[in-house]
């Protein structure tokens, strides 16, 4: 079960890790605003925290052996069985919760960085 965990760490983390660079790029685009940079960041890095949490519960829909992390692993790795398949599962579900949840923080993150500099503007 170890080396599912690490599989789908490496894998989900990689998508998670091109999102992250997309909203970077997003908000250097906007780099001229830092308000509008921030709060845009904060906005899609929310969001893809939310198609995340959507992900995790429709793994439950999804047959196993068509996700990237079995694709990923030995055939002598991969779970046997339903009760298998149910464990695998699980795990996906965790992982793709563990990045939300840290998508959800950097999220609020930006939004109270881009409340802060909103406010300092305001007083300036």
């Known amino acids: 079960m170890e080396k599912i965990h690490k599989v789908a760490i490496l894998c989900i983390g990689r998508a998670v890790m091109f999102g992250a660079f997309a909203i970077g790029l997003v908000m ?13 960041g904060a906005l899609m890095t929310l969001i893809m925290s939310e198609l995340l949490i959507l992900k995790a519960y429709a793994l439950a829909r999804q047959n196993p052996r068509k996700t990237e992390v079995w694709m990923h692993l030995k055939p002598n790795a991969r779970p046997v069985g339903r009760s298998g398949a ?4 699980a795990i996906l579900k965790d992982i793709y919760l563990r990045f939300a949840v840290l998508s959800l923080q950097v999220g ?17």
Do not use: E, P, Y
């Open 86 to 89: 149910k464990v695998f599962i």
């Open 28 to 40: 250097l685009s906007f780099s001229f605003d830092l308000v509008l940079a921030f709060s845009a």
């Open 108 to 124: 609020c993150g930006f939004f109270a960085f881009s409340m802060l500099l909103r406010m300092a503007r305001a007083i300036t």
